[in-house]
């Protein structure tokens, strides 16, 4: 579950940190963006507004398949280093009314994203 927040973290920092067109999306600031949804992606109940912001601004930044791409192998990453129910994590896109267009699972082949 804690992978999961973590990947989530990334793709909302992505958005909030806005990268450079023509620049590719990092990890880093995928985590920084998601940040705030590590308390609930470790303890349940409901994402906070800030979890829910910065989701959907990691969301805006994840145009090309390149960034999807990215934005996979760190939620990936971060799964694995973290205990966060898959359930937890897979439920926050919807819980904040954002599609993040990829499925959030640990079982995604990241390179056949598109």
Do not use: H, W
Not at 6 to 25: C, I, K, M, N, W
Request: charged share 10%.
């Amino acid at each position: 579950m804690k992978g999961v927040a973590v990947v989530f973290v990334v793709v909302l920092a992505v958005v909030s940190l806005a990268a450079t067109p023509g620049e590719a999306v990092s990890c880093g600031e995928l985590q920084s963006a998601l940040a705030p949804c590590l308390s609930y992606l470790t303890g349940g109940g409901e994402p906070s507004e800030s979890c829910c912001g910065g989701l959907r601004s990691a969301s805006g930044s994840i145009q090309s398949t390149p960034d999807r791409q990215t934005a996979c192998y760190c939620m990936k990453s971060a799964a694995s280093t973290y205990n966060v129910p898959t359930d937890t994590a897979a439920s926050l896109p919807g819980k904040c009314g954002v599609s993040v267009g990829m499925t959030v699972s640990p079982n995604v082949d990241c390179s056949q994203i598109s």
